[in-house]
């Protein structure tokens, strides 16, 4: 069975990475991801892993375009994560989006949630 959780964590990770540089607020988040998830040990010590090598994983999202919450979901959280720094770095953006496309979203569909994300970190400051 494909874990939903296991992916979209993993997915996170690579956002992180993407810039080349992880931010401790951005471990922190994806750290908290991980401990509230239903992932199993083995998992959990993977992507533990996977966090801190260099490497960007290849993830197929196709059970995630197959139903449209968990994309959103998945959406959702890239753009918290993406957010947390205060900084949304152009590299970080066009992962976003290239994510995005590979759901079946348009940049105009989604560039809402960036904005939408920004304004309530903005309102939590």
């Known amino acids: 069975e494909i874990n939903i959780e296991y992916i979209k964590i993993q997915c996170l990770i690579n ?6 540089e ?7 988040f994806i750290t ?6 239903d992932l199993n ?3 959990k010590i993977q992507l533990f892993e996977k966090l801190h090598s260099k490497n960007l994983d290849e993830i197929d999202f196709s059970d995630f375009k197959n139903n449209e919450l968990y994309a959103i979901s998945l959406l959702e959280s890239l ?8 900084i949304v770095k152009p590299v970080e953006k066009m992962y976003f989006y290239k994510i995005a496309r590979e759901l079946g ?17 903005s309102a939590n400051l």
């Open 105 to 121: 979203f348009t940049k105009e569909e989604v560039s809402e949630l960036l904005l939408h994300e920004q304004e309530v970190e």
């Open 79 to 86: 753009a918290s994560l993406i957010l947390i720094d205060k």
């Open 15 to 20: 956002t992180a990475k993407i810039d080349f």
């Open 32 to 37: 908290l991801m991980m401990d509230k998830s």
């Open 22 to 28: 992880i931010n401790e607020k951005e471990v922190e």
């Open 41 to 43: 040990e083995d998992e």
